[in-house]
């Protein structure tokens, strides 16, 4: 009899063992099942929130450049003649003016100040032409309007302060070698 119980005894120290074994490995899976979901959505947050830091910043720059271009309509009328004219009279036009604004200058300087673009692109509602620089050509140059496809890129108008309407639109294209580190 106590053989059989002792036999007994162990069986149940064994399923018992292997009960709380099992419980303890189901725990433990569980925990680290929900350990993985929260860093991969933490993860995805965190990327979630870059990304869109960095879209906001370039709108943003978008904006600005567009926002500078609209203070007046002197730098309106400036970006039209530089569409039009050959460049002698781009020159001669710049020269006469009484605030001095060299588009092409300015458009350097928009590179410069922001690392991340480029490309540039303005285009004036009656107009053929567009004006088009690059992070490399940042002066940039006079293309037809038929050539170009505007493909991924951000807009934003540019308003004439006096007739408060739009009369052309300035279109960046950013680095995008900051979303692929992310």
Do not use: C
């Not at 933490?42 to 600005?64: C, Y």
């Not at 020159?91 to 300015?106: D, K, L, V």
């Amino acid at each position: 009899m106590s053989r059989l119980s002792l036999h007994k005894l162990i069986k149940l120290f064994i399923l018992t063992l292997s009960g709380i074994i099992l419980i303890a490995t189901i725990f433990y899976v569980t925990a680290t099942v929900n350990s993985f979901n929260s860093e991969k959505l933490q993860v995805q947050n965190n990327v979630s929130s870059q990304v869109t830091s960095e879209l906001q910043n370039n709108v943003l720059v978008t904006n600005n450049i567009a926002d500078y271009l609209s203070e007046s309509t002197s730098r309106i009328n400036n970006i039209e003649q530089y569409l039009k004219n050959d460049p002698e009279n781009y020159t001669n036009f710049i020269i006469n003016q009484r605030e001095y604004f060299n588009w092409p200058e300015t458009s350097k300087d928009f590179f410069i100040k922001n690392t991340t673009l480029s490309q540039l692109q303005v285009r004036m509602n009656d107009n053929k032409n567009i004006f088009i620089a690059n992070n490399i050509d940042t002066t940039g140059k006079i293309i037809d309007n038929s050539r170009l496809s505007g493909r991924y890129m951000l807009y934003s108008p540019i308003i004439n302060p006096n007739l408060q309407e739009v009369v052309g639109v300035v279109e960046t294209k950013f680095d995008e070698s900051n979303l692929e580190k992310i």
